[in-house]
């Protein structure tokens, strides 16, 4: 059973840092077609994916979000991370992380993984002005 448990969320002026964690139990990090990603949905939006990175380290970024954010993972604690520098108000929304076996790998994106099969509960961020 995969089960995928984000954490890091919370409150911080504009401007600030936070990194977000995603623990992954049962997801197989080390697979060739590993697939893991961010995603975030605000109030009254739809959900919008952020950032996508595949087995080899191969990582996509929603064009709001370049510059600023930066996904990692450690397979080895198969944990998936997000740097968010320089936030904005507009960057506040609930974030989840996502995760999917994707062939071929050049399909590991945002796009792509909205039909991700595996998701985690979510982890709200707050940027304040």
């Known amino acids: 059973q995969v089960q995928l448990v984000e954490s890091g969320g919370g409150s911080v002026q504009a401007g600030g840092s936070l990194r977000l964690s995603c623990a992954a139990s049962g997801f197989a990090v080390n697979s060739a077609s590993a697939c893991m990603g961010w995603f975030r949905q605000a109030p009254g939006k739809e959900r919008e994916g952020v950032a996508t990175i595949t087995r080899t380290g191969t990582t996509t970024y929603a064009d709001s979000v370049k510059g600023r954010f930066t996904t990692s993972q450690d397979n080895a604690k198969n944990t998936l991370f997000l740097q968010m520098d320089s936030l904005k108000p507009e960057d506040t929304a609930v974030y989840f992380c996502?995760?999917?076996?994707?062939?071929?790998?050049?399909?590991?994106?945002?796009?792509?993984?909205?039909?991700?099969?595996?998701w985690g509960q979510g982890t709200q961020v707050t940027v304040s002005s």
């Open positions: 996502a995760a999917s076996y994707v062939l071929p790998s050049s399909w590991c994106r945002p796009a792509r993984m909205e039909n991700a099969k595996y």
